[in-house]
DNA sequence: GCCGTTTTCGGCCCGACTGTTTTCAGTCG
């Protein structure tokens, strides 16, 4: 009989962080930028992979298969795996200084960057470092982006936006179904309840095996640590850092299990305090295959998960007053897109083509506008010409309208970019803000409502300006900004970009209570970002928003005569 | 160093504004 493999001794994050210090030593040599790029990139691929790369390597599998990594690179894995270090990596930690190759320990830390924290603090470790942070002196003396970087780098981040997870998600899924011979696979928690920041990954299995199952997870990314297992759930931490947490459950129970794994915390408390125990289901005789059935044996009407937060959902489905969320067939055209006009990588009439592919009536072209340049903003007397060519464009192509608006600056006064003569001859406009992200809280919001007031003001583009777990995005009050859209006939946009997801569902919650719709918009820079849609849906739906809320739910004529001012 | 429906070289956004780290790097889409 053949010898069982001995275990891979280097998880597939501990080989890409070799790779990431690479990078971050070539980048303070000013080696070429796109190499040290490269170095980036490829860690990142291997840090992704379900399968070992020391077993790859091993095999003698061709790693220039995967993407991102070629002849050069595949090489210096290889030397890892098989000699344990990379030659170029340790010669470059011995050229630099000591505080510099103590840095290079933390492959996410910008060297550049902490040696002006040092000089500026007069310290010259981490450990240094590490208390500043927790002092607040790193924020106070450098400023929050500065703190943002080091606290990034330095402690260790498992979350991720929602966009990424779904990465993990589907590598989880498919390792379970293809590796582990399991024969039903789904991802509960956060993720199944679409929340935009997913802290841990979890899934409900069903299993003949459990323990093959948790034997062949601890090889998962080459090595997985158990944190902790039982009958039918186990923890692991994966190599990359990410939690995962799989339950087991029999198919007769699947339903009540779904619903346990899927809930928050408050749902499954606010379904205990009603009295409505999960537990009984579990013990009792009856079959519960689906959540439908559980829900209904629990007096209630199904419950959507994007709506399992513990609000008022349980009273609603009690009540069978639940709304009936926004879907993806409910939206009938995007109002925020852009075209090779400004930075936009397709023509209007190719982004018009993709548009109508997906079935919407109608594709609103909002490109920059004039002070933008670096997104290469559309001057006003081409934004004249544009206005004309989209009108000839309508007459000439069918199956879709072309809707004539921009995305025009807030500037820093509260004006808008451009001339109300100009604006007067869109359809409507998208008005954001693209600059002077630190002003106070008071000025911030005063600029807002000044721009509101403006009668060509429509809807308020990414109203906060955050980018989900990189930039907290401007201060404003959030409060006073819905009421004077309110009072002005204002609207807002939650812009499905995975990385803004913008105004968050909290946010979007208040605009609807207080009778102001918002716009699903996609922020589209090519065809294919038009299916951005999806990330936005999700957080009307958490928001509670039914289709009549959602403007791009509406036909053009009925939207028409609601944005009229 | 990687990559190719412009394929073995020459690309891999980029350009003006902001403001403190202070005269250049970080930042905005």
Redesign the pocket.
Known sequence: MKDQPAPPLLSNAEIADRLTSLAQLLSTQKE?P??V???R??AETIRALPDSVEDLVRRDVDL?E?????????N?IREIVLSGSLR?LESLRSQVTPEVAAINEYPRL?P??VL?IYK?LKISSIEALKEKLETGEIAR???V??DQ?VRQALIERREMPLYDAEDVVSAVEEYLLNRCGVSRAEATGDYRRRVEIIPEISFLIETGDFPAVIAKLERYGGKSELLDSGDSRAIFRLSSGTKLTVEAARKEKWGVALIACTGSENHLRKLADAGRNLKDLAKSKQSFPDETAAYTKLGLSFIEPELREGRDEVELAARSSLPVLVRATDIRGELHA?STSS?GSHTIEQMAAGAREKGYEYLGISD?SQ??????GVPVKDLWLQIRFIDKLNQKISGIRILKSA?VDIL?DGSLDYPDERLRELDYTVC????????GKTEQTERILRAMDNRYFTILG?PT?R?LLK?PGYEIDMQRVIEHARKNGCFFEINSSPDRLDLSAENARLSRDAGVKIAIST?AHSIRELDYINWGIDQARRAGLAGGEVLNCLAWPELQRIIKR
């Open positions: 070429n796109f190499k790029k490269a170095y990139r490829a220039t995967y993407s991102r990594i070629g002849k050069g690179i595949s210096a170029k910008d550049k960057r002006r500026k003396t450098l400023g982006r500065m970087h852009h930075d920059h002070s933008l340049k670096i997104a290469r995305e820093a954001s803000i693209h600059s002077r992200f630190a002003l990414h300006g980018l930039r922020d």
